[in-house]
């Protein structure tokens, strides 16, 4: 019976943090570090700090270069798309207003659900 609840939750563990076959593991893993530096920043009602903004510029360098170079999948560009055009180039726009969280809370939601299923959705 322990051993049939370890694989459940095994099961469960493993849904929950899927990843679409098309993303790399380490694209999924920049990602969230920018989606967890843009959270912060967004709930304290911030700028990003200098070494905050570098994280970020090194994300867009790094996919930007591989798009570039047609090293990135389909999914992936979605994802980069995504993450640098509505999530970092857009954080003033949706910071300012309270009116915008929700256009921030549609952006986190595509982007979890390109990571999860490589669509938008």
């Known amino acids: 019976m322990k051993r049939l609840l370890l694989v459940i939750i095994f099961f469960l563990v493993a849904c929950g943090n899927k990843i679409h076959e098309n993303i790399d593991e380490r694209m999924v893993e920049d990602t969230k570090q920018v989606m967890e530096i843009v959270d912060k920043a967004y709930k304290e ?18 996919y930007g270069a591989k798009e570039k170079d047609g090293q990135l999948t389909e999914e992936e560009s979605l994802l980069l798309l995504l993450v640098s055009g509505d999530l970092i180039d857009r954080y003033d726009t949706y ?25 938008v959705k």
């Open 45 to 62: 009602d911030r700028e990003f700090t200098d070494r905050e903004q570098a994280k970020l510029d090194d994300y867009q360098l790094l």
């Open 95 to 119: 910071s300012l207003l309270n009116s915008n969280k929700e256009f921030y809370d549609i952006t986190i939601n595509r982007i979890n659900n390109v990571i999860k299923t490589g669509e």
